[in-house]
Protein backbone atom coordinates (compact mmCIF):
# COMPACT_ATOMS: atom_id res chain seq x y z
CA UNK A 1 0.00 0.00 0.00
CA UNK A 2 1.26 3.51 -0.96
CA UNK A 3 1.16 6.20 1.48
CA UNK A 4 1.07 10.00 -0.52
CA UNK A 5 1.32 12.85 1.81
CA UNK A 6 0.51 16.08 0.59
CA UNK A 7 1.49 19.25 2.89
CA UNK A 8 0.11 22.63 2.47
CA UNK A 9 0.05 25.36 5.06
CA UNK A 10 -0.02 23.48 8.49
CA UNK A 11 -2.03 20.39 7.55
CA UNK A 12 -0.83 17.39 5.92
CA UNK A 13 -3.01 14.95 4.52
CA UNK A 14 -2.07 11.01 4.38
CA UNK A 15 -3.86 8.88 1.87
CA UNK A 16 -3.21 5.34 3.24
CA UNK A 17 -5.96 3.89 0.33
CA UNK A 18 -4.73 1.78 -2.76
CA UNK A 19 -3.48 2.97 -5.81
CA UNK A 20 -4.96 0.00 -7.54
CA UNK A 21 -8.98 1.53 -6.35
CA UNK A 22 -11.32 3.57 -8.29
CA UNK A 23 -12.39 6.96 -7.52
CA UNK A 24 -16.11 5.17 -6.69
CA UNK A 25 -14.05 2.14 -4.95
CA UNK A 26 -12.17 4.69 -3.27
CA UNK A 27 -15.45 6.56 -1.70
CA UNK A 28 -17.14 3.29 -1.20
CA UNK A 29 -13.94 1.90 0.90
CA UNK A 30 -13.95 5.25 3.08
CA UNK A 31 -17.97 5.22 3.40
CA UNK A 32 -17.46 1.41 5.00
CA UNK A 33 -14.62 2.93 7.34
CA UNK A 34 -16.70 5.36 8.54
CA UNK A 35 -19.55 3.25 8.96
CA UNK A 36 -17.20 0.87 11.12
CA UNK A 37 -15.54 3.43 12.90
CA UNK A 38 -19.14 5.14 14.17
CA UNK A 39 -20.01 1.56 15.16
CA UNK A 40 -22.19 0.35 12.40
CA UNK A 41 -21.74 -2.91 10.67
CA UNK A 42 -20.30 -2.28 6.77
CA UNK A 43 -22.29 -3.91 4.03
CA UNK A 44 -21.90 -7.05 3.44
CA UNK A 45 -20.85 -8.01 0.23
CA UNK A 46 -21.86 -10.87 -1.91
CA UNK A 47 -18.89 -13.25 -2.81
CA UNK A 48 -18.66 -13.71 -5.99
CA UNK A 49 -20.41 -16.91 -7.79
CA UNK A 50 -18.51 -18.64 -10.38
CA UNK A 51 -19.96 -21.12 -12.58
CA UNK A 52 -19.02 -23.00 -15.62
CA UNK A 53 -20.24 -20.26 -17.94
CA UNK A 54 -18.48 -17.12 -15.89
CA UNK A 55 -15.60 -19.74 -15.87
CA UNK A 56 -15.21 -20.39 -20.12
CA UNK A 57 -16.22 -16.56 -20.80
CA UNK A 58 -13.23 -15.33 -18.50
CA UNK A 59 -11.19 -18.17 -20.30
CA UNK A 60 -12.29 -16.50 -23.75
CA UNK A 61 -12.02 -13.08 -22.94
CA UNK A 62 -7.92 -13.29 -22.24
CA UNK A 63 -8.44 -15.30 -25.69
CA UNK A 64 -9.94 -11.85 -27.27
CA UNK A 65 -7.38 -9.90 -24.93
CA UNK A 66 -4.17 -11.67 -26.61
CA UNK A 67 -6.48 -11.24 -30.63
CA UNK A 68 -6.04 -7.76 -30.05
CA UNK A 69 -9.40 -7.27 -29.64
CA UNK A 70 -9.91 -5.62 -25.98
CA UNK A 71 -7.14 -2.94 -25.03
CA UNK A 72 -5.02 -3.28 -22.15
CA UNK A 73 -6.85 -1.68 -19.34
CA UNK A 74 -3.82 0.34 -17.69
CA UNK A 75 -1.61 1.05 -21.26
CA UNK A 76 -5.20 1.47 -23.38
CA UNK A 77 -3.00 -0.52 -25.98
CA UNK A 78 -3.92 -3.59 -28.23
CA UNK A 79 -0.98 -6.52 -28.35
CA UNK A 80 -1.65 -10.02 -30.62
CA UNK A 81 -0.31 -13.20 -28.69
CA UNK A 82 -1.35 -15.58 -31.19
CA UNK A 83 0.28 -18.63 -29.30
CA UNK A 84 -1.63 -17.57 -26.38
CA UNK A 85 -5.41 -18.08 -28.42
CA UNK A 86 -3.71 -20.90 -30.03
CA UNK A 87 -3.56 -22.27 -26.47
CA UNK A 88 -7.02 -20.62 -24.92
CA UNK A 89 -8.73 -22.29 -27.77
CA UNK A 90 -7.37 -25.94 -27.12
CA UNK A 91 -7.94 -25.47 -23.12
CA UNK A 92 -11.81 -24.40 -24.70
CA UNK A 93 -11.53 -27.69 -26.86
CA UNK A 94 -9.96 -30.21 -24.01
CA UNK A 95 -13.02 -28.95 -21.55
CA UNK A 96 -15.92 -29.47 -24.53
CA UNK A 97 -14.53 -32.88 -24.56
CA UNK A 98 -13.97 -33.68 -20.93
CA UNK A 99 -16.97 -32.24 -19.92
CA UNK A 100 -19.39 -33.98 -22.74
CA UNK A 101 -22.74 -35.09 -21.20
CA UNK A 102 -22.49 -33.22 -18.45
CA UNK A 103 -23.19 -29.78 -19.27
CA UNK A 104 -26.29 -28.26 -19.58
CA UNK A 105 -28.07 -27.21 -22.88
CA UNK A 106 -27.05 -23.93 -22.12
CA UNK A 107 -23.74 -24.33 -21.12
CA UNK A 108 -22.67 -27.01 -23.84
CA UNK A 109 -24.53 -24.26 -26.62
CA UNK A 110 -22.30 -21.03 -25.40
CA UNK A 111 -18.96 -23.33 -25.06
CA UNK A 112 -19.54 -24.50 -28.81
CA UNK A 113 -20.21 -20.99 -29.83
CA UNK A 114 -16.75 -19.45 -28.20
CA UNK A 115 -14.76 -21.99 -29.13
CA UNK A 116 -16.00 -21.89 -33.49
CA UNK A 117 -15.48 -17.36 -32.40
CA UNK A 118 -12.39 -17.92 -31.54
CA UNK A 119 -11.35 -20.02 -33.96
CA UNK A 120 -12.75 -18.09 -36.99
CA UNK A 121 -10.94 -14.72 -35.34
CA UNK A 122 -7.95 -16.71 -34.72
CA UNK A 123 -7.39 -18.29 -38.27
CA UNK A 124 -8.31 -14.50 -39.44
CA UNK A 125 -5.49 -13.18 -37.67
CA UNK A 126 -2.93 -15.68 -38.92
CA UNK A 127 -4.26 -15.23 -42.51
CA UNK A 128 -3.58 -11.30 -42.34
Known sequence: ?????????????????S?????????DHDTQKEAQQAGQPAQEQAPFQIDFSTFIMSLTSSAF???????????????????????????????????????????AKLLEQLVYELQMKFVAKTKK
Not at 19 to 27: G, H, I, R, Y
Not at 68 to 78: F, S, V
Open 1 to 17: MSEEEIEGEGFVFKDSR
Open 19 to 27: SQLSEDEAQ
Open 65 to 107: YHLGDIADPETGKTETNLPAVQQTIDMLIMLREKTRGNLTEEE
